[in-house]
């Protein structure tokens, strides 16, 4: 008995030390974020604060902080709606249709998870074919740039979804004179509810973050995504770590809120999709 | 052109859905902008900003500015790129590092039409020089700063170290070690702070031995050609590397960023650091402490300080501007000695202009700005700028790599020096 | 089935496949695969300088491969990938097994808990990982000395940093380790482990013998894009190490940034990124070879 006590034991110690060493700079930034200016940077350090207060908060709200937060949560929904739609169709396709060049787009697909990933160092050349496409600085730049970034992901998982799903489902549709995409949505799609969730998260988190594009190809301030005005904090005049954690600790919330809602999803999601490869 | 808007429309298709179109609003000319301030801002400088140009439209009623704020690390890069492709803003301000290399590819206008020739004279410096060729004015500066030794005068004061009496390294050396509390692991606070990263880092000591003294075997040839295996160098980074040894300065400091650097300095670990000007309001608000002083690099001689690296943002107009005259008023409008009077007192910025200067003696000689006044005396009696078009970049790195040869590894300076000059050197091409 | 009848179904098959994949295929092709295409092509001609727009071909690719210090990057980019993949697939591993025993309210929280470093933009989760970690103005450091340890420098050396940059990847991107194995476990069916118990098979046995073999595809995807991950971020190693000591923990992705945004050298950047490009899929590729010859 005493030796299951131990292990128990043993178990929570070690959830315990994960959770503090995940969270842990993480609140330290957000409890920064309170403190007065000149005591974020102290030595030795004061874990207890003298004072808190929502001054930082008051200064970014005056900055354009939320018009920018605004944007990019326009950006992100569509990021996420666009991927969904044409990744699910593309994902049908590439799972339960063999037509010629199906290979290609798989590979089109696959490859583009690591271009996308590793999109940051080729801006200056997405730049200058974004001015010759006329794109650059307009309001459709991002959400394309960002469904391109993740559309890849999202094919991917919802095709290893479909997968799962019993063709004999199909079949049945097929006889009651259903057409391919009235089966898609209205009896497959239903079915990767959960694998929508997940490839949901993954687009609304990929949007929302991205900072490199954000910065280069728009210039008009009311295009400006949120991880951009986060970094104009760490200025030519030094960073503003008061604003900075401030912005930094506002923009975590659409993403926890976006975990609430799908996050139910995204172990099963995946467990019916993508792991399986 | 008509594939192009095939696809265009073709793209709009996809994603448009959700969005609204922008209002366009464009019966006047519009001033397009490039800066790294957000006139809405919220800083000093933002609002001064921000004034400026409410007044410059306020005076002239036909042209609208659009300012885009831009990542200030990349708006130079950013702006080359943008001229090429033909898109560029009709104003810039170019960071004076990137100058030689931006006036090269031809992507700055002329705007001497903007001035009188009282103006230039009083706008004059060795950076406005260095945008100057043949009569042709390609940039007026903005935000001047110079390199230095920036110090709590607190700390100063406990330590009982007067800031007018560093006027040689080895003052320097003696003071960084008295201002030093503690040692080893119990440091409680270092006499100097260094940034000797690899990444971000501010050009310090090294670059100061390097320029001083350097008449008939400059530092940086005509082109930008390094050459730093020298005995100043040497001595330059046997200086870094005793103060580092002898405990007055952190080791810690080989990996620090600028930034980090300048945290320590706002968390009270560091007496002084080797910073740049341009950062002291910023300092002053971190540290909660208006009594900042600035300090210029001592040198061999007490008679005079080092020499060392100044620069500016230049302001500017694209060639490629439709509206060259309107553009070029706003630069000049922006430097006007009004305007440069509220840079001053209001934005904590270095005047642009001599008579600015003179006339606002009194303020730049109040406790609080008074590293205003060394900074500016600075740049006017040993600010260096590279020759004209000379493309130095990276520099900075590559220094740092030789002095953490020396530091961390032991390395022969001079053979430290060598290596780092011939990377810097091959790089170029030189 | 007549030969017409054949065909005209291959061609509504065809017709229909390559209707459905063309929106993506259209947005992949235009706005992900053109801007890389037209980086390649602008990487073959002299960039800026006197002689620009004169064609250089394959001699810059030359050149960035056989700098020197480039096998010191390549050397600290496998480093820093493999070390931060194998110590986040083994962690995430044990955090999965952990949460895949709790009951459902703590297994749901702990998820969440876990993956908010990743859901945090890299640049401010390397600022604020640095800060806490690193400096001695951060807790961390703090609390060691509170309980008597001494406080190291993880940046003294060269391998401190190295252990430094490959933690930050792991604190990064653990919790999206955990959610993809975590997946993993729920997709294997409990009466395998049911009839392994019947067997008389022991805990360890069962893990080795159901838990692992079936896991090897979750591990292995995993693996590969965690991999793509490390090998691309540049926020990492240029905030929590700068690259420093001496270049220890430069990785391709930081070299890239130093060409362009340091030494203003956008040619070489871009060459060394097209580069980087190539070794990506080549792993991809690998990967998919990989996951194909484990459904034979």
Same mark, same amino acid.
């Given at each position: ?14 959830? #315990?030390?994960? /959770? ?11 409890? $920064?974020?309170? %403190?007065?200016? &000149? +005591? ?107 469904? #391109?970034?993740? /559309? ?11 997968? $799962?799903?019993? %063709?004999?489902? &199909? +079949? ?106 | ?430 | ?296």
């Amino acid at each position: 008995m005493s030796g299951k006590i131990r292990n128990r034991l043993g178990l929570v110690a070690f959830g #315990a030390l994960v /959770l503090v060493f995940n969270l842990g700079p993480i609140l330290w930034g957000i409890l $920064g974020s309170l %403190r007065p200016r &000149d +005591e974020i940077m102290r030595y030795p350090p004061q874990p207890v604060p003298s004072s808190l207060s929502l001054e930082h908060y008051r200064t970014i709200a005056e900055g354009g902080f939320l018009s920018a937060a605004q944007a990019s949560l326009i950006y992100a929904v569509v990021t996420v709606v666009v991927s969904l739609i044409a990744g699910s169709i593309a994902a049908y396709a590439l799972d339960r249709i063999r037509f010629v060049g199906r290979s290609v787009v798989m590979f089109l697909v696959l490859a583009g998870i690591p271009l996308a990933s590793g999109a940051a160092a080729l801006i200056v050349p997405t730049y200058l074919y974004m001015v010759r496409l006329g794109l650059n600085d307009t309001i459709f730049v991002l959400p394309l740039v960002y469904i #391109a970034y993740n /559309l890849p992901t999202a094919v991917w998982v919802l095709r290893g979804a479909l997968g $799962g799903v019993s %063709r004999e489902l &199909d +079949e049945a549709a097929a006889i009651d004179g259903a057409g391919r995409l009235r089966t898609l949505f209205e009896i497959l799609l239903p079915l990767c509810k959960p694998a929508l969730g997940a490839a949901a998260l993954f687009c609304f988190v990929g949007a929302w973050n991205e900072f490199v594009a954000g910065s280069v190809l728009v210039d008009n301030p009311d295009l400006r995504p949120i991880q951009v005005s986060i970094y104009q904090n760490m200025g030519y005049f030094g960073r503003d770590w008061g604003p900075l954690l401030a912005s930094a600790t506002l923009a975590i919330f659409p993403i926890i809120i976006a975990f609430l809602i799908f996050g139910r999803l995204l172990i099963s999601g995946l467990t019916k999709g993508a792991v399986k490869g | 052109m008509n594939t192009n808007t095939t696809l265009r429309g073709l793209m709009a298709a996809v994603a448009l859905c959700a969005l609204t179109p922008l209002a366009l609003h464009a019966q006047q000319t519009t001033i397009r902008m490039w800066t790294f301030l957000n006139p809405e801002g919220s800083t000093v400088r933002e609002k001064v900003l921000g004034k400026v140009i409410a007044d410059f439209e306020a005076s002239h009623p036909g042209i609208r500015v659009r300012t885009e704020q831009q990542v200030w690390d990349q708006m130079t890069q950013k702006f080359m790129a943008a001229s090429g492709a033909g898109n560029a803003p009709d104003v810039i301000w170019v960071n004076s590092d990137l100058l030689g290399t931006v006036m090269q590819t031809g992507a700055l206008a002329d705007i001497s039409a903007a001035f009188t020739p009282e103006d230039l004279a009083d706008l004059d410096n060795p950076l406005v020089q260095a945008a100057t060729e043949g009569g042709k004015v390609y940039g007026v500066g903005q935000s001047y700063m110079i390199f230095g030794l920036i110090a709590r005068k607190r700390f100063l004061d406990e330590a009982g170290v007067d800031p007018a009496t560093i006027r040689t390294w080895d003052d320097l050396d003696a003071a960084a070690q008295k201002l030093t509390k503690g040692s080893g692991a119990a440091v409680e606070r270092w006499g100097l702070c260094q940034d000797l990263g690899m990444t971000k880092i501010d050009p310090g000591i090294l670059l100061a031995h390097l320029l001083t003294g350097d008449e008939g075997d400059p530092a940086f040839g005509e082109t930008g050609r390094a050459n730093w295996a020298n005995e100043r160098g040497v001595a330059g980074i046997r200086r870094v590397a005793a103060l580092i040894d002898s405990g007055a300065s952190p080791r810690e400091g080989l990996n620090w960023t600028n930034d980090e650097m300048y945290d320590q300095f706002s968390a009270g670990r560091c007496a002084i650091i080797t910073g740049a000007s341009v950062r002291i309001g910023s300092l002053q608000q971190s540290t909660g402490d208006d009594d900042i002083a600035f300090i210029p690099y001592p040198s061999d001689d007490p008679e005079g300080p080092s020499r060392q690296a100044i620069s500016n943002w230049t302001t500017s107009v694209w060639t490629g501007s439709k509206n060259p005259e309107a553009a070029a008023q706003l630069v000049a409008f922006m430097t006007r000695p009004e305007a440069d009077e509220i840079w001053v007192t209001e934005g904590g910025t270095l005047p642009a202009r001599a008579s600015t200067a003179e006339k606002l003696a009194d303020f730049l000689n109040q406790p609080s700005n008074r590293h205003m006044l060394s900074a500016a005396n600075y740049i006017r009696s040993s600010g260096w700028v590279p020759p004209f078009g000379a493309d130095i970049s990276g520099y900075r790195d590559d220094m740092d790599r030789a002095i953490q040869q020396v530091v961390m590894n032991g390395a022969d300076p001079m053979q430290a020096l060598k290596e780092a000059e011939q990377a810097y050197n091959t790089r170029h091409g030189y | 089935m007549t030969i017409r009848a054949y065909l005209t179904g291959g061609l509504r098959r065809n017709g229909h496949g390559l209707l459905y994949v063309a929106p993506t295929v259209l947005l992949l092709v235009l706005l992900l695969y053109g801007p890389a295409v037209s980086g390649f092509y602008q990487s073959l001609f002299r960039l800026g300088g006197a002689e620009a727009g004169a064609f250089v071909g394959l001699d810059v690719y030359r050149t960035v491969m056989t700098e020197p210090g480039f096998g010191q990057v390549v050397t600290s980019t496998a480093l820093f990938v493999l070390g931060s993949v194998i110590c986040t697939v083994a962690l995430g591993f044990a955090i999965a097994l952990y949460i895949n025993g709790l009951d459902e309210v703590s297994a749901r929280i702990l998820q969440i808990w876990v993956i908010i470093p990743w859901a945090i933009s890299s640049v401010v989760g390397a600022l604020l990982f640095r800060w806490f970690y690193m400096s001695d103005l951060g807790l961390f450091r703090e609390m060691l000395r509170w309980i008597g340890l001494p406080a190291v420098d993880p940046m003294s050396s060269g391998t401190g940093a190295m252990i430094a940059l490959i933690l930050s990847a792991v604190w990064k991107k653990l919790g999206f380790a955990v959610i993809l194995l975590l997946s993993g476990l729920k997709a294997i069916p409990q009466d395998y482990y049911e009839a392994a118990r019947i067997d008389g098979a022991g805990a360890l046995q069962r893990f080795r013998e159901i838990t692992v073999p079936l896991l090897m595809g979750p591990l292995l995807i995993s693996s590969v894009v965690l991999g793509i991950a490390d090998l691309n971020t540049v926020e990492l190693p240029l905030i929590v190490t700068g690259g420093g000591p001496l270049d220890s923990t430069t990785t391709v992705a930081l070299s890239i940034y130093q060409k362009a945004f340091s030494q203003y050298d956008l040619q070489r950047a871009i060459t060394l990124a097209i580069i980087t490009f190539v070794v990506n899929i080549i792993l991809v590729t690998l990967y998919v070879r990989s996951v194909r010859g484990q459904h034979k």
